[in-house]
């Protein structure tokens, strides 16, 4: 896009930008590091990703106050209007994936020692490493400013939520099994939904990208295949 | 009961915006100025009651389109006007046309407060007295109050009538100027750039005042400020290089133009 007449603009524009795509280098470490710990039991790494949620705090404040500096200043429309909104959206986003990795890093304490099989903590770094390629590449996404591409992403939540709900079926397997892996268990599947969620925020970025370049919502319903709200419910 | 959803409300408001009747209709609009052609057959109707903002770059010709709607380019030397123009069904460069009378019509404000060098109460009653609107010194008291009113003046200077009108604060001035355009009883009214002369409370007054005038009065607006737009209109038209690039809803106009023309004016980016 062209260059604004008055270049300081562009430099508060810049700003936001380059706040946005360091945050999200964060966000990605944390969740990564988070389930990391968690397989590992690995509490000094938990320990980590507690600390560094400050510092997304921090940055989602800084991005916010400057985008509101910005609207008081320079009254933005159009493109300049819903970059500065989308920015502010996405910071918001990116934050809660900080949370929510350092919610899985807490309960690392918890679910530590209590011999977790390995074979659910293989389903849940499976189900990492898809919420991790999603928010990897809607950060890419974010630097091009493809709206096809955020399409594509969010399309891609379907397969994250299928694992969260075999993963679900899988805990509650191992709960009814023997009381004991009731508290490990009830632990994991928070950590399971906190990654599912993690994809959400990750898709709610390609939509906000995908309304940053057009200007128009991403059409059609968000693919949805999460059916733990229902699963176990009696049937009529 | 049947709540709609905000689409759908979105929806209906712009089916009502576009079955607002046109006031005027201007087609293949061209004007020359001798030899140099100032506009190229402009396309652009004018919705009734509707605030419609004229914005552009210095020189694109908005301000001319603006002229040509009650004809003051007539007054200008050289000034040669093509196309077609309606006010209602008329034809308003149809020779048979009684300018004075289409000026009453389609009243103007300019960007310069210009009151006359009269008390402030012969500024206002000035057109209805060439007009023949008012006869009596009843009628005459009556419209004067009536136009200072719906211009905003009225408790400002209805102990003082009878000052100079050229005594009054730039921004009070402007409205006189706009109760005495008010005062003939225009369907339209023209304003070339009305609060670039004005501070900013001054301007706000005027902006509320045609947000106000909107329900009876059809508004064309020629103004340098996209906020000023953004903010009295409901209809923009985006001139550039004397040709029309896009008319638009203003709301859709000031968040996604479909231009890329207009996207870099109004955001101040390098065309």
Known sequence: MSMHIMSAYDEELKYLTRRISEMGGIAEQMVGESVRALVNSDLALAQK????????????????????????????????????????RIASDLERVGDLGKNNAKRVIAVAGSGIPRKLARGLEHLAELALVQ???????????????ANSIRERDEEIDAIYTSLFRELLTYMMEDPR?????????????NIERIGDHATNIAETIYYMATGAQPEGERPKDDNTSTLGAVKD | MNIMSEAAVEKALDQKMNTVPYKMIGKDVSVYYGEKRALFDVNLNIRENTVT???????????????????????????????????????????????????????????????????IYDNVAYGPRIHGLARTKAEFDDVV??????????????????????GLSGGQQQRLCIARAVAVSPEVILMDEPCSALDPIATAKVEEL???LRSNFTIVIVTHSMQQAARVSQRTAMFHLGNLVEENDTDKMFTNPDDQRTQDYIMGRFG
Not at chain 1, 181 to 193: G, Q, R, S, V, Y
Request: with cysteine; proline share 6%; net charge negative.
């Open chain 1, 49 to 88: 990703v507690i600390s560094d949620d400050a510092i997304l705090d921090e940055a989602e404040r800084q991005i916010g106050e400057k985008a509101i500096i910005t609207i008081a200043k320079r009254q933005p429309v159009a493109a300049d209007l819903r970059e500065i909104m989308g920015s502010i």
């Open chain 1, 135 to 149: 928010l990897k590449e809607v950060l890419d996404v974010y630097a091009s400013r493809s709206p096809e591409k």
């Open chain 1, 181 to 193: 892996n009731i508290t490990p268990c009830t632990h994991l599947l928070f950590c399971a939904k």
């Open chain 2, 53 to 119: 903002a004229l914005i552009g770059p210095s020189g694109c010709g908005k301000s001319t389109f603006l002229r040509t709607l009650n004809r003051m380019n007539d007054t200008i030397e050289n000034c040669r006007v093509t196309g077609k123009i309606t006010l209602d069904e008329d034809d308003i460069y149809d020779p048979t046309i009684d300018v004075v009378e289409l000026r009453a019509r389609v009243g103007m404000v300019f960007q310069k407060p210009n009151p006359f060098p009269k008390s």
């Open chain 2, 145 to 166: 109050e009536t136009s200072l009113q719906k211009a905003g003046l009225w408790n400002e200077v209805k102990d003082r009538l009878q000052e100079p009108g050229t």
């Open chain 2, 210 to 212: 045609i947000h106000e």
